[in-house]
Every structure is written in structure tokens, then in C-alpha cells.
């Protein structure tokens, strides 16, 4: 799943946070910015991530080098089992539209940021890489769970057809600054 990775230096890069005000794009967003004067982010009100004409546009006028997405809609149990249209349609627009625009606009690398949740509910421990696909996902999250591994294969079917250095990360088990502490829709 994660191939051709190489050594990639950032510096004097122009790099595209998608999702820089959320809690794993802000994170992501203070480690760069001391290493990159080039950071490029774009609230959602100046810039739909769910419009693909939008996104192309502004890929085109900003030419991002390096992309990162962590950018999605997240929640909780509660949140996901309420609106699981929202969660697979919004993250699969979201993905799909950055994705895209980074290859057509020639981006250098890109960086998709997955979830554990995608591996299935009953996974041997310790999780394996190969362990993706071969069972059935923990109902109350599969929505989200499916965006999110669409996302992981389409990355790597860009890889693969384009050669494009395309990959994916599987952060874990987050929390912390900047996440939803609603007592309905938040993670914990």
C-alpha cells in the first residue's frame, strides 16, 4: 500500500495543509512551520474542499509542491451512525477533489492521511498492512471507514497508473488540541 516512498526534503517547498485549522492539521501545520516559509492554507469558507472546480482552480493559482490532506469530517460513534451519507459523501468529495487536482497539477508528493478505523472490527493484533480488507468494519464508524479506504486505494492507484509519489499514513487513536469536544459529536 505505501510504495515508492523516497526521502523527501521540504524545505523551499511549497506546501498545502487541507485541513490546517482541525486538530491533526494544526498539529501538522506547527511542526512545518518552522521548517517551511511556504505553507499554504485556505479556510473553508474561502475554499470548499467538496467543489472539484474550486479546487482545481485555486491547485492551479497556488501550485502547491507538497500536499497533505487532513482535511475530512470527523466525529464520533454518535455522529457517525446519525449521519453516515454526510461522512461518506463529504469525505469521499474531499479526498477525491485534492487528490485529483494534485495530479493534474503536477504536485511533487502527496500525503493522505488515513484512520485504524478502516482495518476490520475483529483484526488480528498486532494489525497488519495486509490485514486491510479481509473482514467486515465496525459498524458505527463504516461510512467513514469506507471514505477513508477509498481515499488509501486511490492514492495508491495514482501511484501505480501515473507513477505519482502518492502515499498514506494511518494516524491512531487521536485527541487532543483542537478536537471536538461535543458531548454528542466529538470522538470521546
Request: aromatic fraction near 10%; charge should be positive.
Amino acid at each position: 500500500m505505501i510504495s515508492k516512498n523516497k526521502i523527501f526534503n521540504i524545505e523551499n517547498k511549497s506546501i498545502f495543509i487541507a485541513g490546517h485549522n482541525g486538530m491533526v492539521g494544526t498539529a501538522t501545520f506547527n511542526e512545518l512551520k518552522s521548517k517551511s516559509n511556504q505553507l499554504l492554507c485556505v479556510n473553508r469558507k474561502s475554499l470548499d474542499l467538496k467543489n472539484e472546480e474550486k479546487v482545481l482552480k485555486w491547485f492551479k493559482e497556488n501550485k502547491p509542491q507538497i500536499v497533505i490532506i487532513a482535511a475530512a469530517k470527523v466525529g464520533g460513534i454518535y455522529a457517525n451512525r446519525t449521519y453516515p451519507v454526510d461522512f461518506i459523501e463529504n469525505n469521499l468529495r474531499i479526498q477525491n477533489n485534492v487528490i485529483r487536482a494534485s495530479h493534474i497539477t503536477g504536485v511533487e508528493k502527496l500525503v493522505f492521511l488515513g484512520s485504524s478505523c478502516i482495518y476490520p472490527k475483529h483484526s488480528q493484533q498486532p494489525i497488519k498492512e495486509d490485514y486491510l480488507l479481509s473482514g467486515l468494519l465496525e459498524p458505527s464508524n463504516e461510512a467513514y471507514a469506507i471514505a477513508k479506504i477509498a481515499g488509501i486505494k486511490l492514492c495508491e492507484y495514482y501511484s501505480n497508473q501515473y507513477n505519482c509519489n502518492f502515499i498514506s499514513l494511518l494516524p491512531t487513536n487521536l485527541y487532543g488540541p483542537n478536537d471536538n469536544f461535543d458531548p454528542k459529536l466529538s470522538h470521546v
